[in-house]
C-alpha cells in the first residue's frame, strides 16, 4: 500500500488541528493503521493505531483525551484529530499500515510496513 499524510501547519498553543491520510493501493489487506510522530532530534514515538477489522483504538498516554484517531472506510483514510495541541506536539507525523494479519492493535513501529511520507506539524508557544 502506498499513504500520504497531509494536514500540518504552524499552531499556536491551545489550537486544534487535523491530519488526513489516504491509502492506497492494497487497502484490503490492512490489519492495522497508526500515527507515529518525530520531534527533532528524537525518536520516532507512537501517538495512536486502530485494528482495522475490530475499529478499536489505541493511544499513547502523552495524547490520550487530547487526540482522536478515526477513519473512513470508502475513502480508505485515516485521520488524527489533534486538540490542545503543546509545543511538544510539535513533530513531523507519520501514518502507517500493516498489511500482515495480526489480531492485536500495535503500537510498535516495527510492526507497520508501509509508512507515508510524514506532514510536519508545529506548535509555537
Known amino acids: 500500500v502506498q499513504l500520504q499524510a497531509s494536514g500540518g501547519g504552524l499552531v499556536q498553543a491551545g489550537d486544534s488541528l487535523r491530519v488526513s491520510c489516504i491509502v492506497s493501493?492494497?487497502?484490503?489487506?490492512?490489519?492495522?493503521m497508526g500515527w507515529f510522530r518525530q520531534a527533532p532530534g528524537k525518536e520516532r514515538e507512537f501517538v495512536a493505531s486502530i485494528g482495522w477489522s475490530s475499529g478499536r483504538l489505541i493511544y499513547a498516554d502523552s495524547v490520550k483525551g487530547r487526540f482522536t484517531m478515526s477513519r473512513d472506510n470508502a475513502k480508505n483514510m485515516v485521520f488524527l484529530q489533534m486538540n490542545t495541541l503543546k509545543p511538544e506536539d510539535t513533530a513531523v507525523y507519520y501514518c502507517?499500515?500493516?498489511?500482515?494479519?495480526?489480531?492485536?492493535?500495535?503500537?510498535?513501529?516495527?510492526?507497520?510496513?508501509?509508512w507515508g511520507q510524514g506532514t510536519l506539524v508545529t506548535v509555537s508557544s
Open positions: 493501493g492494497r487497502a484490503f489487506s490492512l490489519s492495522n
Open positions: 502507517a499500515a500493516r498489511t500482515r494479519y495480526s489480531a492485536f492493535v500495535l503500537r510498535n513501529s516495527a510492526d507497520f510496513d508501509s
